[in-house]
């Protein structure tokens, strides 16, 4: 079965990058038919999907972070990462990447397959 792991600096200080990096195994990212998204949770809110990429390599924002967001692969090393610049502490949340058939756009944790989630604090 697939497994996705997030992973990078759980603190990034305020206009900086930040860079998450999903690690996937049990499947291959160029799976025909699947997008491999970021979805993210401030403390008290909802899911908010920030974007995806297909299997194809094409990608996919969502218009409030499309600005200052960019998604990309490295097959050779089965991982997709998240970019996200000029950060501010409203930034701060737990970060998931994801795996769905067919489903470019996720809002629930029913759907496809979830890493744990990394949590990332934007602070001075």
């Known amino acids: 079965q697939v497994q996705l792991q997030e992973s990078g600096p759980g603190l990034v200080k305020p206009s900086q990058t930040l860079s998450l990096t999903c690690t996937v195994s049990?499947?291959?990212?160029?799976?025909?038919?699947?997008?491999w998204s970021w979805i993210r949770q401030p403390p008290g809110k909802g899911l908010e999907w920030m974007g995806a990429?297909?299997?194809?390599?094409?990608?996919y924002y969502s218009p409030s972070l499309k600005s200052r967001t960019s998604i990309s692969r490295d097959t050779s090393k089965n991982q997709f990462t998240l970019q996200l610049s000029s950060v501010t502490p409203e930034d701060t949340a737990v970060y998931y990447c994801?795996?769905?058939?067919?489903?470019?756009?996720?809002?629930?944790?029913?759907?496809?397959?979830w890493g744990q989630g990394t949590q990332v604090t934007v602070s001075s």
């Open positions: 994801a795996r769905a058939r067919n489903i470019v756009i996720l809002t629930t944790t029913s759907q496809g397959n």
């Open positions: 049990g499947g291959s990212i160029t799976t025909s038919s699947y997008y």
């Open positions: 990429i297909a299997y194809s390599g094409s990608t």
